[in-house]
Structure formats: C-alpha cells, structure tokens
C-alpha cells in the first residue's frame, strides 16, 4: 500500500541576504511555510510547550490569540497520563485539547534520560556518571551521589521507571513511534539517545551511531503504522541529529539522517537536539545546517527544528544559522515564578520598585495583559498567590517570544534582519532595567 507521504510540506519564500554571516561565516537563515494537515506555520516560529496537552495556566483560545502557530506536547509524560490511547480514543491531541492548529509531539527520549533518571536537567556529572557514559546497563544502579537511578540504556532501547509512581516501562524506538501515532501530532520526532556534555568522546560516537540505527527503526516503525493507518492525516517525521559539541559528529548525524531512506520512506524534517555549548549555538546550527544543504539543495530543504531555544540572542543566532522552528518551555515557567519578559531584559516582579508601578509590563506590548493590567496588580497577584497572576505573565512572556521571533521572519522578507537583530539586543541585553 502506497503511503500518503507529501511531496513537499516546506517552502522558501525568502532568505537572508550576504550581510547576515552565522558562526561558519555563511547566512543560511530564511523564512517559509510549513504545511500540516491542521493548517500553516509561517516560519521562523516559536512554537509553545504544552507538555500534558495544555500550555501551564492558559486556555487553548488564549494561546492562538497571543499569536502561537502551533503547540508541543511531551510523549513521555501523555503515554504515562492519561495514557496515548486514551488521547487516540479521543480524537488526537488537537481534539483532545481543543486545540484546533498544527501540533508537534517530541519523542520522549530526553524525558525518559533525565526525569527517568532522577534530574531536572541533564549537564550535570551525576546523569553522565563517573565513567563518562550514559546510564547503561543494571549493575550501574546508583548515581554518583547514591541516587537510585531510574533509566537504563541498552542498543534496542531504554527501561525506565515512572517519575509519578515509579511503575516500570520501557520504549523502544517503535514504542515511541506507536505511542506518537497514537497521540496524532502533525509533527513527531525519532526516538534518540540524550547525551550530556560530561559524556566522554568515545561514548558520544557509541551513542550516535545507537541514534542513527534507532532513526532507521523509526522510520520502518512509521511507515508500518502510516500504511495501517491508511486515510487518516499523514504525520511528518522529523529525524534528531545529536553529536553535542564535536563537529565532525554532528556533521556525520546530520548527513546520516538527510541520506536516511527505507523503502522510500525518508524524514520529513529535523530536530537539532541534544547538549550544545550555548555561546556556540550559531556555530553548532551552520555546522548542520550545512549539511542538509549540501544533500537536498536549498532549493528542496526539509524544516528544521532546534529543541529547547528561548533566550532573543539564542533565536537570533538559530535563525541566521538555518533554524526554522523552535520550542522552549522557560516563557511559561519562568512567568510562574514572576519573573517578566521586557524589552530591556527579564525582570522578576517581586522587586519592591514595582508594588506602586502602575504602568504596564511593556507599554509597546500589545498583548492582553500589557494593555489591561499594570506592573503593580501583576505584582500583587503573586504576593497574594494568585493563580491569575501565573496566566497573565505567562500570555505575556509567551507573547513576547512568539511576537519576537515573527518580527525576526518579517525582517528575513524585508531584508533588514542585522538592523532588528541589532536593536533588539541592544536593549535586551544593554539594561536590567525594566523602564
């Protein structure tokens, strides 16, 4: 049976010019069209996390109107609750949500090696462990503080125990897919191994070339589930180029997985994933980036995504490397501790200079908080714990992020993009001042 992969979901439709250099010194940034059978996304885009099926603290409605194109939901965390065929049985993600534009699925993979293995984040020397590998195998039971360690790697997969009640589970590269099919996301990604920046040389190449096998089985795994499926909506499968510092591997990654074909089955797009030196970040991106146009020509791209990219000088530099879109769950969780995205940098409202300030966040956001509500009643929802206060600082933050990156898509068209980039850094990183 013949699949219903589309022949072409992205286009260019303008591109940086000459005077815009990445950290290879050449520009690859442009703006396009991404097409999912749930609408558009006019790239480049940030895309919102709503990790368990909702963005923390917002309707979907308050989503699509601060601006968002399309949302991300976390395959880790809906397979566990309520469980992906629970959210088939519903419809799919969209409909369970009631959200009703283009949604992405991550693979679970960085889930099930951080929170699997007991941490919030994964750069720290108890995830790599003391002998520079990823968690493997059952006699390592303990991190290096004697932690109980809750994943475990092996070639066909990962064991892992559950962060809710610690019930045992593994995925498998088809698991994965199985589950990302379930839960119906336009856009869903490989089953990869993280890896960390502790992570000795030797085992960074181990577990790329685990990476790319585990890639060739998801492919297989999408294409049997994609013609079992036959006249449902097709799901683009983007393939994660992991490599973190080195370049000759994530050039090698990238290559791989553009080249990448089963049965005529190729990836639909790519995620750029993994541990990365940020201050490096636009030299990491061209490094690909360059690949993927050395294999399909920038004239028949596939989209790129860059996994977990918030911050203006790390858009800013994604973009003019090549990164079409981009997710990051720090607008929304940071709004839950107060803390303010302004154009002169980010600010936390529990500073007392606030309490009788009874200007808005940003006088020149136009975002439903900025024009109703002051600093000083912001302040005072979250002295008073107030759940209103949460919402309203995150449809902020997010609508700064979201906003910021289409005034970037629109300078790629109009062709001033080092003017914005200019300005916007200038006064985001030039002051602490929120005035």
């Not at 045992?168 to 379930?182: A, C, G, I, L």
């Not at 020509?297 to 989209?303: A, F, Q």
């Not at 500073?351 to 509500?373: G, H, K, L, S, W």
């Not at 790629?412 to 985001?428: H, P, T, W």
């Amino acid at each position: 049976m013949m699949i219903q992969q589309p022949d072409k979901m992205f286009q260019v439709t303008a591109r940086l010019d000459s005077g815009s250099v990445t950290g290879a010194g050449v520009p690859r940034g442009r703006a396009g069209i991404i097409t999912t059978a749930h609408g558009i996304i006019e790239t480049p885009a940030f895309i919102p996390v709503g990790t368990k099926a909702t963005v923390k603290s917002l309707q979907p409605r308050d989503v699509a109107e601060l601006g968002a194109q399309a949302v991300l939901a976390n395959a880790y965390h809906l397979y566990l609750q309520p469980g992906s065929d629970l959210i088939d049985e519903a419809g799919g993600l969209g409909r369970f949500m009631n959200w009703s534009g283009p949604t992405f699925t991550d693979s679970g993979g960085f889930q099930v090696m951080s929170l699997g293995s007991g941490y919030k984040k994964v750069l720290t020397a108890q995830f790599a462990g003391s002998a520079g590998g990823a968690v493997r195998g059952v006699a390592d039971t303990q991190t290096d503080d004697g932690k109980q360690r809750r994943a475990f790697v092996d070639d066909d997969g990962v064991n892992f125990k559950s962060h809710i009640d610690g019930s045992q589970h593994r995925f498998t590269p088809e698991v994965s897919m199985q589950v990302q099919h379930q839960i119906g996301a336009d856009i869903i990604f490989a089953f990869d191994e993280l890896t960390t920046l502790l992570n000795s040389r030797a085992y960074q190449e181990e577990s790329l070339e685990r990476t790319r096998r585990w890639a060739e089985r998801c492919l297989v795994e999408h294409r049997r589930l994609t013609e079992e499926s036959f006249g449902k909506p097709y799901q683009s499968l983007f393939g994660v180029v992991q490599g973190a510092q080195h370049e000759d591997l994530r050039r090698k990654a990238a290559r791989d997985l553009a080249l990448m074909q089963v049965k005529g089955q190729r990836f639909d797009g790519f995620g750029i994933g993994g541990a990365l030196e940020k201050d490096r970040l636009g030299e990491i991106v061209g490094w690909v980036v360059e690949e993927f146009d050395a294999i399909d020509g920038t004239e028949h791209s596939r989209p790129r995504h860059l996994l977990g990219i918030s911050e203006p000088n790390d858009l800013f530099a994604a973009i003019s490397a090549g990164a079409d879109t981009f997710d990051c769950v720090s607008p929304s969780r940071v709004a839950r501790t107060g803390a303010m995205y302004t154009r002169r940098g980010r600010v936390n409202l529990s500073r007392a200079e606030f309490r009788r300030d009874f200007r808005p966040i940003d006088p020149e956001c136009d975002c439903v908080t900025c024009q109703n509500y002051s600093r000083a009643y912001l302040r005072h929802l979250f002295k008073a714990d107030e759940i209103l206060g949460k919402t309203l600082l995150t449809i902020h933050n997010e609508f700064f992020v979201v906003h910021l990156v289409a005034r970037i898509r629109q300078s790629i068209i109009d062709g001033d993009f080092e003017e914005l980039r200019a300005e916007v850094l200038g006064r985001y990183y030039g002051s602490c001042s929120a005035d």
